[in-house]
């Protein structure tokens, strides 16, 4: 059973249950990445060493650490945090859904080209951010009201 914050309780149950199912399959899916990617597996699966020319890395041990520690480390902490009952979670679930943007356009500018998973991962980080104002009530309802 899922505890939830004192803050935020207001809001409906999917707006909830789908940030931690969003913020789930970011944080595993960022393992996964991270590993692929240390693992120096990723030519054979056609992601060429090409890609990474002019960015400073040699192979892909870098990116798949730094993918880990900071996307997946980002994933994990509001998820730990909403655990334990921290106000604070719902800050750190739209740094999260922030730093998946902020992830995408760099790997963007760095290896070029745009990919399905890369609009995956930056809708999956726009979710992220859109249901924390909606859970916190700064989103307001319906979208056109007038006041």
Not at 57 to 71: H, M, N, R, S, T
């Amino acid at each position: 059973m899922a505890t939830t914050p004192p803050t935020g309780s207001h809001s409906p149950t999917w707006t909830r249950v789908t940030l931690l199912v969003v913020t789930w399959f970011n944080l595993v899916t960022a393992l996964i990445g991270a590993v692929g990617l240390a693992s120096g597996g990723m030519p054979a699966l056609g992601l060429p060493l090409d890609l990474l020319d002019g960015s400073g890395f040699d192979d892909y041990l870098w990116p798949g650490i730094i993918l880990g520690i900071v996307v997946g480390g980002t994933q994990l902490a509001p998820l730990i945090a909403y655990r334990m009952r921290y106000a604070a979670a719902w800050g750190l679930f739209a740094v999260a859904g922030f730093g998946m943007m902020i992830w995408i356009f760099i790997e963007t500018g760095i290896i070029g080209g745009q990919s399905p998973l890369q609009i995956l991962y930056f809708s999956t980080g726009l979710a992220q951010c859109v249901l924390v104002l909606l859970i916190l009530g700064a989103w307001p309802r319906p979208l056109l009201r007038r006041d």
